[in-house]
């Protein structure tokens, strides 16, 4: 077994934490669709082609969560810290937990402003009954 002395171990993982912030750039965030039609006046590819865009939107977000989510692991169950190890930790973990929700936000944002647009769309283009 090889054995770091402490104050080895304690300078490893300043650097550690020291670079942790510019490690989380490694999930890319999606670019979320621009200005859906207008469900006004939208033809229905219009919209289809609008819906695909969410679709694909959604699926690169859940991508990059899981990305955000995987990127720096806790130490195991039991693993004895530092209590600069465990301050890294937890701060890796509130940006984690930011990123996270920052990402759940734009999706339902994302989303919302499409619902509008179809819901304008399906009233309009309703069939009579």
């Not at 999930?27 to 669709?33: D, E, I, T």
């Not at 695909?52 to 991508?63: G, L, P, Y």
């Amino acid at each position: 077994m090889i054995r770091i002395p402490t104050l080895a171990a304690r300078i490893v993982a300043c650097g550690i934490a020291v670079a942790a912030p510019a490690s989380y750039a490694t999930c890319n965030y999606p670019k979320a669709p621009g200005q859906f039609p207008d469900g006004a006046t939208a033809t229905q590819p219009e919209m289809v082609e609008a819906q695909k865009s969410v679709k694909q939107f959604m699926a690169d977000m859940d991508a990059y969560m899981n990305c955000v989510d995987t990127e720096h692991p806790a130490a195991p169950a039991g693993t004895k810290l530092s209590d600069e190890e465990v301050k890294a930790q937890d701060a890796r973990e509130r940006v984690r937990v930011q990123r996270h929700n920052a990402a759940v936000s734009d999706m339902e944002a994302v989303a919302e402003r499409f619902n509008v647009q179809l819901h304008i769309w399906k009233e309009k283009n309703a069939k009579p009954k």
